[in-house]
């Protein structure tokens, strides 16, 4: 009989899988950073307990893409300067893909809130375009030219927030409580640019990041950089404090707060 694909997996052929993710290269993308401080009240709005605001109302747009070998994708996020219990970091709030493949681990795994999208990095000469877009409208935009070299970074840790959980089979909450997660990025930069430009937000009911305007534009630049990333729980949230931000996860929050319907199989 012809092997059943949906069919168990041996122990040696999870062993295999184990033994290839664990030895990948290291991936390089080519990517455009843009940080500004925005509304200080609005940056605080959108960070669930425990997280805080940090002493500066930042946010960051990440748009990256990564030339994987027949397999190019695009990759990126907008998230907002955060704390928790003296650890500063970053609390994404979006996180465009371009592939599906690039969705489910960080969405499952570490509770990313990833969603399918356009991401566009864009150089001819110095001039530089990087858009985040879904739904048709490009949400965020940065445009500028190159304005030199800058100094390389040493290898640095940095860490964004992530909040892992499952809503409830009955639409009620959640199947048991949502845990916090410090996702530890250790990143290598091999080139850098600065770039002077601007950035544009754009409405979107989807992606309202237009919410977290530009006040002071803090700087752009353009690199090459290469990351990874491990993961670990920090602590168990409470279902009733997260729920009034689950709708940040979802273009239409109203599915899973309606449970199934009556009825249904």
């Known amino acids: 009989m012809a092997r059943i694909r949906y069919g168990a997996r041996t122990e040696a052929e999870i062993a295999a899988a184990r033994t290839a993710a664990a030895k990948l290269p290291d991936i390089w993308s080519t990517g455009v950073v843009a940080v500004w401080e925005s509304d200080p009240d609005a940056v605080a709005a959108v960070l669930p307990p425990p997280l805080k605001p940090t002493g500066r109302p930042l946010v960051r747009a990440a748009i990256s893409t990564v030339d994987l070998p027949g397999y190019p994708l695009g990759a990126g996020s907008v998230a907002v300067a955060a704390a928790h219990h003296g650890v500063e970091g970053w609390y994404p709030l979006v996180m465009p893909m371009t592939h599906e493949r690039a969705l489910t681990g960080g969405r499952e795994v570490f509770g990313e809130p990833k969603k399918l999208g356009e991401v566009t990095v864009e150089r001819d000469g110095l001039v530089v375009r990087a858009a985040l877009a879904r739904h048709g409208i490009a949400f965020v935009e940065v445009r500028g030219a190159v304005g030199g ?117």
Request: glycine share 6%; hydrophobic share 35%; charged share 30%.
């Open 149 to 265: 070299e800058l100094p390389l970074p040493e290898p640095s840790q940095k860490t964004d927030f992530y909040f892992k959980f499952l809503p409830a089979v009955d639409g009620s909450g959640f199947d048991a409580d949502p845990v916090l997660v410090h996702c530890l990025r250790e990143e290598k930069v091999r080139r850098l640019e600065r770039i002077t430009g601007d950035v544009v937000l754009r409405e979107s009911v989807y992606d309202p990041v237009a919410d977290l305007p530009v006040r002071t534009l803090v700087e752009i630049t353009i690199g090459e950089k290469t990351t990874d990333q491990k993961g670990r729980v920090v602590e168990r949230v409470g279902a009733r404090a997260l729920l009034p931000y689950i709708h940040q996860r979802y273009d239409d929050p109203q599915q899973i707060l309606d449970g199934p319907p009556e009825g249904s199989a």
